[in-house]
């Protein structure tokens, strides 16, 4: 199935299987590629997103990730690539079976701009481009060897690194001194977006964040998504105004106090501090979710 009809004005096109076509037909992953590889208007494109290539719950991408690199030249001109683009109707966040892009980075010297929804077997290799400018994850647990790979990356032109950290019953193993490593090692000369988000310890991370070598250099600042609460909050009010290069900050889906957000908002930035929840107390604890896991 091939949405976005009317997507060439923007050079963008959506490729995905439904459930009947999956069931009834068998589509899989290989026939998605070979049906992106027949379309006419692929030459033309610079945005390919994929969204189920059938049964993501039981059968992983790799073949379509294959498909592409064996196909390198006919998918030369793709700047823009997002795999995995599914709501939770198709397939649970954390039901996504990915694969191994680890051939990918050579494969697209051309591709600035990489989006990945699913962690489930997600396999980054060793990581080497050129030209890629933006790095996400989307998912309800990042695994270490997933970090890992990311924070050995050679990516000089990298100017968003956005990363869903998630919960430890979906996939995240590590902890706060994880995504402190993470920071210390990599090595992104012209990242200017940073996102830690999504995550169930976002207090402490807000503090790891805080205390990187990258909040000197970086203009936005996204720390949604997860369990902020004022603990976090008193913390980018004390540091941010150090960082004056910080002009915008993300921190939509948290727990902090009304008078939070409002001193927040005060600070002479772009703050989104929307989808404000409140925590539950059950059996004398406190429980606070992020906003993906599951």
């Known amino acids: 199935m ?10 963008t096109k959506t490729y995905a299987h439904d459930y009947d076509q999956y069931e009834d037909e068998g589509k899989s992953a290989a026939a998605l590629v070979e049906e992106i590889l027949e ?8 945005e390919i997103i994929i969204g189920n290539w059938g049964g993501a719950w039981e059968e992983d991408c790799q073949a379509l990730l294959d498909g592409i690199v064996e196909n390198a030249d006919r998918f030369a001109n793709v700047e823009r690539l997002f795999v995995g683009d599914m709501d939770y109707e198709e397939c649970e966040v954390s039901w996504i079976m990915q694969g191994d892009y ?5 494969a697209l010297p051309g591709l600035k701009a990489l989006t990945i929804k699913g962690s489930m077997d997600l396999e980054l290799g060793e990581i080497v481009h050129e030209g890629l400018e933006s790095l996400t994850i989307i998912c309800g647990g990042l695994p270490s060897d997933v970090i890992e790979s990311i924070q050995n990356a050679r990516l000089p032109k990298l100017k968003k690194l956005l990363l869903y950290i998630g919960v430890d019953n979906y996939g995240f193993d590590g902890d706060a001194d994880t995504i402190r490593e993470l920071l210390d090692k990599a090595d992104f000369p012209e990242l200017t977006y940073l996102g830690i988000a999504d995550s169930e310890i976002q207090d402490e991370l807000t503090e790891v964040v805080l205390a990187s070598k990258f909040m000197g250099q970086i203009t936005s600042l996204d720390l949604s998504c997860g369990t902020l609460s004022d603990k976090g909050g008193k913390l980018l009010l004390e540091k941010l105004p150090a960082f004056p ?29 929307s989808e404000r929840e409140e925590a539950t107390e059950y059996h004398g604890e406190i429980w606070m979710n992020a906003m993906l896991t599951e």
């Open 2 to 11: 091939v949405e976005n009809m009317d997507a060439m004005a923007d050079n």
């Open 39 to 46: 379309d006419p208007d692929l030459p033309g494109l610079k």
């Open 102 to 106: 680890s051939r990918l980075w050579a």
């Open 245 to 273: 290069n910080v002009k915008k900050l993300d921190v939509h889906h948290n727990y902090l106090s009304v008078g939070m957000i409002e001193d927040l908002e005060g600070l002479s930035i772009e703050v989104d501090a």
